[in-house]
T-cell receptor, first 114, second 115 residues
């Protein structure tokens, strides 16, 4: 079985400050990890993924995420938040041996205040 | 627009009726996924196709649910004898097979309301 936990329903940060959205996962095989963002009335959009290699992956809109195998975490980060980053963020995991099922967390609402 | 499209965007039905949703993936993508999302939760996996073959099906997908992808292009998801608990957003996603583990491209979803 595979699972994802996003321990914070909501994260609030001030514009210009760094942000972190937390994600921990459980999977039996090698983890493939993804972050998606959902803006109001729009579909989920891919931000970044970790498959193998460098533990720090960079993605769209200045976001990055750090894979930590020992802590089974894949936290999303951005050095300087923008008001336009306010959205719902989902972490997802897929077992490397299974091309099908992805398991998503319940999402974290990020609010960036000016 | 060459993204994933879903039709209809909204569907209101009465309990006990059958409904069918359509998903058109990105044309060169051979993998297609269906998810269900309720308020406050992330997408829950329902089923997955590679070309026309349905390779995986969640236990969430009861006998009232069926999905097809007859020619390996568009897909339909049918719910028979709808129940109020079926009210949710139904999401379709597609991804290419080539190039390793790829992200999924999501459509806008079909919001189902069962009265």
């Amino acid at each position: 079985a595979q699972s994802v936990a996003q321990p914070e329903d909501q994260v609030n940060v001030a514009e210009g400050n760094p942000l972190t959205v937390k994600c921990t996962y459980s999977v039996s095989g090698n983890p493939y990890l993804f972050w998606y963002v959902q803006y109001p009335n729009r579909g989920l959009q891919f931000l970044l993924k970790y498959i193998t290699g460098d533990n720090l992956v960079k993605g769209s809109y200045g976001f990055e995420a750090e894979f930590n195998k020992s802590q089974t975490s894949f936290h999303l980060k951005k050095p300087s938040a923008l008001v336009s980053d306010s959205a719902l963020y989902f972490c997802a995991v897929r077992d490397g041996g299974n091309a099908g099922k992805s398991t998503f967390g319940d999402g974290t609402t990020l609010t960036v205040k000016p | 627009d060459t993204g994933v499209s879903q039709d209809p965007r909204h569907k209101i039905t009465k309990r006990g009726q059958n409904v069918t949703f359509r998903c058109d993936p990105i044309s060169e993508h051979n993998r297609l996924y269906w998810y269900r999302q309720t308020l406050g939760q992330g997408p829950e996996f329902l089923t997955y196709f590679q070309n026309e073959a349905q390779l995986e099906k969640s236990r969430l997908l009861s006998d009232r649910f069926s999905a097809e992808r007859p020619k390996g292009s568009f897909s339909t998801l049918e719910i028979q004898r709808t129940e109020q608990g079926d009210s949710a957003m139904y999401l379709c996603a597609s991804s290419p097979r080539a190039g390793g583990p790829n992200e999924q491209f999501f459509g806008p979803g079909t919001r189902l309301t069962v009265l």
